[in-house]
């Protein structure tokens, strides 16, 4: 590009800084022969000309990202500067003369260029003359554009001397100093971003996003342990020290202060939720569970801590020690309509009907969310076994779960033997909801599998992929189905097609490896796409056991052995556990496979596979 554009939108932008000289000098009686320039603590326009610039730090976002930032609380990064207050934000007329103009242009056309040095001179040469905080706001960022934080720093002094309250003068100074090495000058420039900051809290949190970019951990709590010394009653000043501390892996130190603060304001939560958080991210699940029950009891009426609570003993399987949280908080007279609704899901996870209907009743009897109460009554009343019920309900239901209520509906419909309902039904849906076609027709073609009707299964399926050729969840749907009806020449041509497109698609390497294992002699093939999807999902239990098994195929029972043990000990599969008891039986171990299998037969005695195999080793639920 040629040196005239670039002077040409220089002088514009110039022009732009320069706009309001005729307010400003009728406000000042200003003779017509005389310039001034409007000064504000704003951005002036030479920053957005050059992206680089425009992008360079601004306040405390410009912290480098923490280590293991997804260890902080949300609140705590990104809260962003304070409104600039004092005279530095009010308009103040300044004499334009040769020197100024000159000095800004060249900044202005350096900034074109991303020659931040040149910048970087001109608009603090520009800032002096005029003493303008908005320029040596520009100065500053053309320093740190171009990686000089010394430079930077002169600049940002430059700005907090014409600019004293301003808190993002305070907050570059800080931002700079530090980048510099100046721990001391950073330290100074710290305690005024808190000091300015609209409140403490805030201003201590916006020095943890400055400081976590500093390179070392030590060096990061060295100086927050500095700032917060003369505070050492301040709640908020130890809960900030913590968030540095987890978002650079010092949980130690993280747990100390979440302590201290919660002991400086008792009735505060955040600090004890983050405590517990951070044991759960170390997996020090018995020492979180015991700081929530101690939390619990210094707050017995939080909301939070009793939800924490609750979810603790869902994930730990133990359902009524959660629905009795929930009866407790219900007690409390906590938010009812979410306790209830928790509560209600829960009831109904375990097929709880009772107390499920206890919960739905008092929640529809409140008014709130009806439409979700309405979901949560037909799914009772489907578990319920009450089919008709669940239908009216369902069809009460608006909103996000519109679709799915009329999809449980043809479902129902679909197991009373109502098939052309059902159809008619997902037709009128895929009609209505062109968007959610595929998965509409796949759910129908699920329907009709699970009836029996599996050739009408795959011609919904054919017809879906007539419109959608080629889609990978139908292919694989068409596959799967193709399987179970002993045509796995479909199966194979369905799972390649989607191999050509997707080589690395996990699910169908391993479908068509397990298939060809399983149902013909190709085992080193089917070795190969098993081996390759194991590449791609190394701790998945289908794949694990898809290899056990080929290596089971291809005569070695005792490298099978692994395979399937680590995949049984990730999920209970029965499938897996038949895999497992041969192999075991295979290798002479046959009180292994027993018990193996019994586990299972326990934990799903109609299991159709499983029976099949036992049925050939001649094994009871007896275990004989």
């Not at 171009?146 to 014409?162: F, G, H």
């Not at 949980?251 to 517990?276: E, I, N």
């Not at 008014?367 to 239908?391: H, K, S, V």
């Not at 179970?484 to 497109?501: A, G, N, P």
Request: net charge negative; proline share 5%.
């Amino acid at each position: 590009m040629s040196p005239r554009p670039f002077a040409l939108q220089s002088l514009l932008s110039l022009c732009t800084l320069l706009w309001g000289l005729s307010a400003a000098t009728t406000a000042s009686a200003t003779p017509a022969t005389a310039a001034t320039i409007p000064v504000s603590d704003g951005h002036v326009a030479g920053a957005a000309a050059d992206p680089k610039l425009s992008q360079a730090p601004d306040l405390a976002q410009t912290a480098d990202p923490a280590p293991d930032a997804d260890k902080v609380p949300d609140h705590a990064i990104g809260s962003g500067g304070d409104v600039d207050t004092g005279p530095s934000s009010e308009s103040a007329p300044v004499e334009l003369t040769a020197d100024t103009v000159y000095a800004v242009l060249v900044a202005e056309i350096a900034t074109q260029r991303a020659d931040h040095a040149m910048a970087f001179t001109h608009y603090l040469h520009a800032a002096r003359l005029t003493r303008t905080p908005a320029l040596a706001e520009l100065a500053a960022r053309a320093a740190l554009a171009q990686d000089d934080p010394e430079a930077a720093s002169r600049a940002a002094t430059l700005w907090v001397e014409l600019a004293p309250a301003s808190p993002k003068a305070q907050q570059m100074t800080a931002y700079a100093l530090l980048k510099a090495g100046d721990r001391a000058g950073a330290l100074a420039a710290l305690e005024q971003v808190v000091d300015l900051a609209r409140s403490p809290a805030r201003g201590f949190m916006q020095a943890v996003q400055l400081l976590a970019g500093l390179p070392e951990v030590a060096d990061r709590l060295e100086l927050m342990r500095a700032l917060i010394a003369t505070h050492a009653e301040d709640a908020d000043a130890q809960f900030a020290l913590a968030t540095l501390a987890a978002a650079s892996g010092a949980s130690d130190t993280a747990l100390t202060a979440t302590t201290r603060a919660a002991d400086l304001r008792p009735g505060w939560t955040k600090p004890r939720l983050f405590q517990v958080r951070i044991l759960l991210s170390e997996d020090r699940m018995d020492d979180a569970l015991a700081a929530l029950e101690a939390h619990r009891a210094a707050i017995p009426e939080d909301s939070e801590l009793s939800m924490l609570r609750a979810q603790f003993h869902i994930e730990a399987e133990q359902y009524a020690e959660a629905l009795t949280i929930f009866d407790q908080m219900l007690a409390l007279g906590t938010d009812q309509s979410e306790v209830l609704f928790a509560a209600a899901v829960l009831a109904l996870q375990i097929e709880d009907v009772d107390a499920a209907r206890r919960y739905l009743e008092t929640l529809r009897e409140s008014g709130t969310r009806p439409a979700d109460t309405a979901f949560l009554l037909g799914q009772m009343e489907e578990l319920a076994d009450n089919p008709d019920q669940a239908i009216n309900w369902y069809g009460q239901v608006s909103g996000d779960n519109a679709t799915n209520a009329q999809v449980r509906i043809a479902s129902i419909r679909a197991r009373r033997g109502e098939i052309a309902a059902a159809r008619d039904l997902l037709q009128q849906l895929r009609v209505q909801f062109p968007n959610q076609s595929i998965t509409l027709y796949l759910i129908e073609s699920e329907l009709l599998r699970d009836q029996k009707l599996k050739d009408q299964a795959m011609e919904v399926l054919g017809v879906a992929l007539a419109a959608n050729a080629d889609h990978p969840d139908l292919l694989y749907a068409r596959a799967m189905l193709a399987v179970s009806m002993d045509r796995i020449d479909v199966l194979e041509q369905d799972l390649r097609r989607i191999l050509v497109r997707d080589p690395d698609h996990a699910d169908a390497l391993n479908a068509l490896g397990y298939t060809l294992a399983d149902r013909t002699d190709r085992l080193d093939e089917a070795y190969r796409f098993i081996q390759r999807a194991l590449q791609l999902r190394p701790e998945e239990p289908a794949i694990l056991d898809s290899m056990g098994w080929v290596l089971y195929r291809m005569g070695d029972a005792a490298a099978a052995e692994p395979y399937l043990r680590q995949a049984l000990e990730q999920v209970l599969d029965p499938e897996i556990a038949a895999h497992l008891g041969e192999v075991l039986w295979e290798l002479g171990r046959h009180d292994e496979a027993r018990l193996v299998w019994q586990r299972a037969l326990d934990a799903d005695p109609e299991h159709e596979y499983l029976l099949q195999v036992l049925g050939r080793y001649r094994f009871s639920h007896t275990g004989n």
